[in-house]
C-alpha cells in the first residue's frame, strides 16, 4: 500500500465515527463490479491524514443517501483528487485488495468514482 506516494505496512482502520461528512448522491458514483479487471493496477482511497510515524491509516468512508455506509476507490489519482479536492490525502491499493479493505472497514458497498459534494471536498 502506498500512502501519499509513500510505502506503508498493509494495514486499514475503520475510522472511529465511521464516516466524513458529506453524503454521496446518486448518479454521482459508479457501483458496478470491477472484480474482472486488472488486480494488480493501483486503486486510490480517500484517507485521514497521517499522524505522528503509526502504521495505521484511517480510510474516509462516506454515506450514501441510502444510508449505506461506502468505501470510496478511484481508477486514477486524477480522478480522486477531481472528486475529493487537491489537498484530499489518499492510499492505493492493487485492485485485488479491494474486497479485503471493505471488510476491514465494514464498509456496506464500494463506490467507484464518486463526485463529493463541494462542501466535502479538500481544496486550498
Not at 506503508?8 to 475503520?14: I, K, L, N, P
Not at 505522528?52 to 478511484?74: I, N, S
Amino acid at each position: 500500500m502506498r500512502y501519499g506516494g509513500k510505502r506503508e505496512q498493509e494495514v486499514f482502520a475503520a475510522p472511529d465515527s465511521a464516516t466524513s461528512s458529506g453524503v454521496i448522491e446518486p448518479g454521482n458514483s459508479d457501483m458496478e463490479d470491477r472484480s474482472d479487471e486488472n488486480p494488480r493496477q493501483q486503486v486510490f482511497i480517500p484517507s485521514e491524514r497521517a499522524q505522528g510515524g503509526g502504521a495505521d491509516v484511517k480510510l474516509e468512508l462516506r454515506r450514501t443517501e441510502e444510508g449505506q455506509l461506502a468505501l470510496l476507490c478511484y481508477e486514477s489519482l486524477d480522478l480522486l483528487l477531481s472528486a475529493c479536492g487537491n489537498q484530499q490525502p489518499w492510499v492505493s491499493v492493487y485492485r485485488q485488495q479491494v474486497e479485503e479493505v471493505q471488510r476491514t472497514t465494514a464498509a456496506e458497498v464500494v463506490l467507484w468514482n464518486a463526485l463529493l459534494p463541494e462542501e466535502a471536498r479538500k481544496d486550498d
